[in-house]
């Protein structure tokens, strides 16, 4: 799969939240109405940038909340209940996906600093030499176009994999499966990936300095800058748009 592919393999809460959020702007700007049929899966995926499957885990999720109605042979349609209850309901399912990506970070936040600790001790001069040659690639992608997404994701297993611990290693594999950083083209944001880069070369400063403390200040930093721009994100798709 190429980097372009992955980043568009949305299988994460943030892809679900996009996907629920991009059928709500649907239907808050008239372009689906109550009772009409959905475009298909396909149309739907070209349309929003997003894999086909997390089109699908959308509409399934919206369909048990009663909110899209799926007819065997038919299509899916929207449901026939006023413009505002549809718009308030799909609301309320995008806000527990929110909710859902802040309690990923709150862990992540709990676990990651003390991981980074650990490998400040642990790191062997090969495994820095891995750190930065992801960070290092990670830039290359960036200044190319790309978002650095694949080698931010092997600077934290890397990261995970000096403390010596294998379940390090399957617990943060774990929390890349709950919560990725890919998301919806229109959401894309150079700057944030700049950010994320900048992040991580203070993280392996840290680290190459063997300053636990520091370390460990720079990745809950990290963290929690990529969540507030994440999290603003979400906040600001939910707002209902100005007349």
Not at 21 to 28: A, G, K, P, S, T
Not at 88 to 117: D, I, K, N, Y
Not at 155 to 172: Q, S
Not at 179 to 201: G, I, K, Y
Request: aromatic share 4%; net charge neutral; hydrophobic share 40%.
């Amino acid at each position: 799969m190429s980097p372009a592919e992955e980043v568009t393999e949305m299988t994460g809460q943030t892809a679900f939240t996009k996907a629920v959020e991009l059928i709500r702007q649907l239907v808050r700007s008239g372009e689906m109405v109550p009772g009409g049929r959905l475009p298909s899966e396909r149309q739907l995926a070209e349309e929003f940038g997003l894999a086909r499957s997390s089109v699908r885990e959308a509409i399934r999720a919206l369909a048990e909340q009663g909110i899209l109605e799926s007819r065997r042979g038919a299509g899916t349609y929207l449901a026939a209940a006023s413009g505002e209850i549809l718009l308030r309901r799909l609301a309320e399912v995008a806000q527990g996906q929110s909710t859902r990506v802040a309690q990923v970070f709150e862990f992540r936040r709990m676990l990651e600093p003390q991981l980074v600790r650990r490998a400040v001790a642990n790191a062997t001069d090969t495994q820095l030499d891995r750190m930065r040659l992801a960070v290092r690639r990670q830039q290359l992608d960036i200044e190319s176009g790309g978002t650095g997404r694949r080698q931010d994701r092997q600077f934290h297993r890397l990261v995970a994999e000096a403390t010596g611990n294998p379940l390090a290693v399957e617990a943060v594999h774990s929390l890349a499966s709950l919560f990725d950083v890919p998301r919806a083209r229109q959401f894309d944001s150079p700057a944030r990936d700049r950010a994320s880069l900048e992040s991580h070369m203070r993280v392996l400063a840290a680290i190459e300095a063997r300053d636990a403390d520091l370390a460990a200040r720079e990745m809950e930093r990290h963290l929690s800058e990529v969540e507030q721009m994440i999290c603003g994100d979400q906040e600001q798709a939910q707002r209902p748009a100005k007349p």
